[in-house]
């Protein structure tokens, strides 16, 4: 049974991308190989994404995981253009349904902190796994950002670094 891993690199001070979604300052930053991040590409069985990683992900620069990964890609959305290898699905049940199944026993990647807030809320948010990267962003989007505050408690899987990068993974309990 697929697992859903909310999978993302973050600056030390919370932010996965600059402002107006700036994802220029990820460049750079991964210097050499993390064996974190290469063993669980080799167990992402189907990826899910919301509407604002979606389209950079159709460009050319922006592939899934630099172009590293290929396999399903869902995206939970109702009003965006349709591109080839993904599958446009507008009910979240729905997508975290169809990547599971394609997962298999695989991980589904998570991508982008508000379809992971989404899973989260709706009790589909299995693991948490974030490259926290030795840069502060001051400003932008947060790893995970709730207006009025919500708890989630999370139990480590595995804390390790690779170079100047952290890894901290866990299991949402």
Do not use: Q
Not at 14 to 19: H, L, N, R, S
């Amino acid at each position: 049974m697929a697992k859903l891993l909310y999978h993302i690199t973050m600056s030390l001070d919370g932010f996965v991308a600059g402002p107006a979604d700036d994802m220029t300052w990820l460049g750079g930053l991964h210097a050499g190989p993390n064996p974190v991040v290469e063993r669980v590409l080799g167990e992402i069985g189907a990826v899910l994404m919301g509407h604002r990683t979606y389209a950079p992900a159709t460009t050319a620069e922006g592939e899934v995981y630099g172009g590293r990964w290929r396999g399903p890609i869902f995206v939970v959305t109702r009003d965006a253009k349709p591109s080839p290898g993904f599958t446009l699905i507008e009910d979240l049940d729905e997508a975290v349904a169809r990547a599971s199944a394609a997962a298999g026993d695989g991980y589904v990647a998570v991508l982008g902190p508000a379809t992971a807030r989404r899973c989260l809320e709706a009790g589909h948010l299995d693991e948490v796994l974030v490259h926290v990267a030795p840069i502060l962003l001051g400003d932008g989007v947060r790893l995970f950002d709730h207006p009025g505050g919500t708890r989630v408690r999370l139990d480590p899987v595995e804390l390790s670094s690779a170079g100047p990068i952290g890894n901290c993974w866990y299991r949402v309990a």
